[in-house]
């Protein structure tokens, strides 16, 4: 499995860093690798302790939310309910919970786009480990018996899987729920401003925030070919290009369609915009299963959120971009 982390660039960096110093005394960044993924954190803050406390505190809140809802370490809350005996309830505590509930929503607003029962099927294609094969029909079949939103409860900090076999991955919503985290625990410690970026999710908040993000060609993860303004918020990338499986030459993304077992299609890349991170990571993972027409239309559909989707045949944006995202130009 090879795995590349392209997918948003604040390009703008130095005019950000620059904006930042006029609002606040100090500024400090940091880049570590967690949530398997890299993460930048700057934050900008009265004074040097202040903004080292708010890097440092965002990082926990990382390796916070990863002990909750990572399926790689097998001690996490998430991997005893995926573990347990079939409609056990397993306590999972609050954020594992209001994670749960929000990616059922997700589910429901995207048709099945999004689906955070899909490890089955993630398992199956070979992305966790093995060597990665096209599966057979039945082997297809049989994952996708297990992939259903409605065997999942969610109840007072509780939460059951009803069928057996039946698992749960929230890499499509995890990143986001801890930049929201994040972002809220460097404002309690004093933080007047940061920019988070974590493997392709990126949050920018405060006062001289100002930025532009750029979105990369999925045919060419190496070149930028637009940018979106961004004052304050979240954005949100998924391609196929970030991770996949090879098989007889041919890539296999990590994005899978919950609806047919097969990966999304390659070539394609979805950014949403959103007031949170959570919504934004979900939905950007729901949009590049729907493809260029229908994921336009479903992030049409729900107020505050913007998108673009990248394809083959071109650079689709909603309507509140129109106008506003503009070629890239090399700087
Ligand atoms: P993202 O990078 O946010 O698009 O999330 C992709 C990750 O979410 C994959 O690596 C899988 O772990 C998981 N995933 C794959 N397909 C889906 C899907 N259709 N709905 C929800 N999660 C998914
Ligand atoms: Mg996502």
């Known amino acids: 499995m090879r795995r590349q982390i392209v997918g948003l660039l604040v390009i703008s960096a130095l005019v950000m860093a620059v904006t930042a110093t006029e609002v606040s005394a100090a500024d400090h960044q940091e880049v570590r690798q967690v949530m398997g993924t890299l993460a930048t954190v700057q934050a900008w803050a009265p004074d040097d302790p202040m903004a080292q406390a708010a890097v440092d505190t965002a990082f926990a809140v990382f390796d916070h939310v990863d002990s909750l809802m990572s399926t790689w370490n097998g001690n996490s809350p998430l991997s005893r309910l ?186 394609f890349s979805a950014t949403v915009l959103a007031p949170q991170a959570l919504w934004a990571d979900a939905l950007a993972t729901a949009a590049l299963v729907l493809g260029v027409e229908s994921g336009l239309k479903m992030l049409e559909g729900i107020p505050g959120v913007e998108g673009v989707i990248v394809g083959p045949d071109g650079i689709e944006v909603t309507s509140g971009l129109v106008g506003v995202a503009g070629p890239h130009r090399a700087q």
Request: with cysteine.
């Open 82 to 267: 995926n573990a347990a005996p079939v409609a056990t309830w397993i306590p999972v505590g609050h954020e594992v919970c209001h994670v749960l509930q929000a990616a059922i929503k997700v589910t429901h607003d995207t048709g099945g786009a999004f689906n955070p029962t899909v490890l089955p099927l993630v398992k199956l294609w070979g992305f966790r480990g093995g060597t990665p094969t096209l599966p057979s029909g039945p082997a297809l079949a049989a994952a996708l018996s297990l992939v259903d939103i409605s065997q999942l409860q969610v109840a007072d900090d509780q939460a059951r899987l009803r069928r057996s076999g039946m698992a749960l991955d929230l890499g499509g919503i995890a990143k986001g729920y801890a930049l929201d985290r994040a972002v809220a625990a460097m404002l309690r410690v004093g933080a007047q401003g940061g920019v988070l970026d974590l493997g392709g999710n990126l949050f920018v908040f405060g006062q001289g925030a100002e930025s532009e993000v750029g979105i990369v060609d999925p045919a060419r993860p190496e070149t930028l070919i637009l940018t979106v303004p961004l004052s304050s918020g979240a954005v949100a990338t998924s391609g196929q290009y970030e991770r996949f499986v090879t098989v007889g030459g041919q890539a296999y993304g990590h994005v899978l369609d919950p609806r047919t077992g097969w990966p999304a299609a390659s070539g």
